[in-house]
């Protein structure tokens, strides 16, 4: 006998995701782009560039154009297509504007890249209506305020969630009930491909296992799962084919860390544009400490090369910190630190932890309360304009720190000394 899960208890979980997210801010930037097949990535060269897209219009999709693909190998699919390069700094303040935005919904907002987040809306529902509802509420706000169209799926878990709202992109909207028959119905006839996770290696031992749905997979003995897996993946894997995840939507505020990264498209050697897209995602970090209301005191920078190896540095000070201006100088120094190779570059990101308060302005340096000021200015008008030129602004202002400068023991904040 099975014991059914009190109704009361079901969760519902949301899964926003934008559709085809730097394409459609390239056209709505720019609205004679609207319907042509427009195509995010490296420069094509006429067709012999070794760069790849990061991202395609629907409209350029119909010809086969997708994200990863090779530059060139789009540049023969698609050569009436509208190339662009990649415009991180815009994309990053769309995304900043796209989490706030979700969180007029509820306080439970995980965001998962920079154009999706999971939402726990249970405690909302009596307030806003049911998940459907509330779905469509989020998918009309980024249709009116960004002009963007977001897929959504809701469902009793965050794993289902995911898997729906991939469904009917664009502008999907796909609910699952919350009855567990109607789960592992909605999942059953699926492609074991959409199962969270599971890349083309774990997919090919599946298949030798005659699992092609992730209904086979809910079929199969879960010894067998974890002969071929291993006990933790095997058992896993037979949680999520039979619907069964209990991860919480975990958001920004409860983590004890914060952080942003960025993976590029491909491994980059040029250590200025790492160095601007750390200066990026420090930018948009501190935007997102300050609207949290935290500050850390440490920092961690880490980059990931061509060939995986992953090196972390960090720097504990002696205050908190939340703005461009007080991470970026350490941000630098720890960037500087991580590069013991000279390897391309596949990761970078840079995180804060040990939450804390900011000094009191007292004991602060001049040019540290103006960083504040000028960040807390930005951040009201990013909420009442929703400008990305306000970044691009900010981030041009932003003055590298020079090679001859020496170490910056004025700057504030200081070093820890243990
Ligand atoms: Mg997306």
């Known amino acids: 006998m099975t014991t059914l899960p009190d109704p009361a208890s079901a969760r519902t979980i949301l899964h926003v995701d934008l559709d085809a997210f730097y394409a459609a801010v390239e056209v709505r930037e720019q609205p004679s782009l609207r319907g042509r097949p427009v195509i995010v990535g490296a420069d094509p060269k006429g067709g012999k560039a070794r760069g790849v897209v990061s991202a395609a219009s629907y409209e350029a999709r119909r010809f086969g154009v997708h994200s990863a693909m090779p530059i060139s190998?789009?540049?023969?699919?698609?050569?009436?297509?509208?190339?662009?390069?990649?415009?991180?700094?815009?994309?990053?303040?769309?995304?900043?504007?796209?989490?706030?935005?979700?969180e007029r919904f509820t306080d439970l907002v995980e965001p998962l890249s920079v154009d999706e987040a999971f939402l726990d809306v249970t405690g909302?529902?009596?307030?806003?209506?049911?998940?459907?509802?509330?779905?469509?509420?989020?998918?009309?706000?980024?249709a009116s305020e960004e002009r963007l169209s977001a897929s959504v799926g809701v469902a009793p878990s965050k794993f289902v969630a995911k898997i729906a709202s991939d469904l009917r992109k664009p502008a999907g909207l796909v609910v699952v009930s919350p009855a567990p028959d109607a789960v592992r119905a909605f999942l059953a006839p699926l492609p074991i491909e959409r199962l969270w996770g599971v890349g083309p290696k774990a997919a090919t031992r599946l298949h030798q296992l005659e699992a092609r749905t992730i209904g086979d997979v809910a079929l199969l003995p879960l010894a067998h799962l974890i002969a071929a897996f291993g006990e933790a993946s095997g058992r896993h894997l037979h949680d999520l084919a039979h619907g069964r995840d209990e991860?919480?939507?975990?958001?920004?505020?409860e983590a004890k860390s914060l952080g942003r990264e960025?993976?590029?498209?491909?491994?980059?050697?040029?250590?200025?544009?790492?160095?601007?897209?750390?200066?990026?995602?420090?930018?948009?970090?501190?935007?997102?400490?300050?609207?949290q209301r935290l500050a850390g005191r440490t920092i961690t920078v880490k980059l990931r090369t061509a060939d995986f190896e992953t090196v972390s540095r960090a720097v504990t000070l002696t205050t908190a910190v939340d703005t461009t201006e007080s991470i970026l100088p350490f941000a630098r120094e720890l960037l500087v630190k991580c590069d013991t190779t000279r390897q391309p570059i596949r990761l970078v990101g840079i995180a804060l932890s040990h939450f804390g308060v900011v000094q009191p302005a007292l004991f602060e340096p001049k040019v540290a309360r103006?960083?504040?000021?000028?960040?807390?200015?930005?951040?009201r008008l990013r909420e009442r304009f929703g400008d990305a030129a306000i970044t691009r602004g900010s981030l041009l202002d932003l003055t590298p720190p020079s090679e001859d400068s020496g170490p910056r023991r004025k700057a504030p904040p200081r070093r820890s000394t243990h």
Do not use: N
């Open 73 to 102: 190998r789009a540049w023969q699919l698609c050569p009436q297509g509208v190339f662009l390069p990649p415009r991180m700094e815009l994309y990053l303040a769309v995304s900043a504007r796209f989490m706030t935005l979700l």
């Open 124 to 142: 909302s529902e009596r307030l806003l209506g049911d998940g459907a509802t509330i779905a469509a509420k989020i998918q009309a706000a980024v």
């Open 247 to 253: 991860r919480a939507v975990e958001p920004e505020r």
């Open 262 to 291: 960025h993976t590029f498209e491909v491994d980059v050697a040029d250590r200025d544009e790492v160095g601007r897209m750390l200066l990026m995602l420090v930018e948009q970090l501190a935007s997102r400490m300050r609207h």
């Open 370 to 379: 103006q960083g504040r000021a000028v960040a807390r200015t930005v951040d």
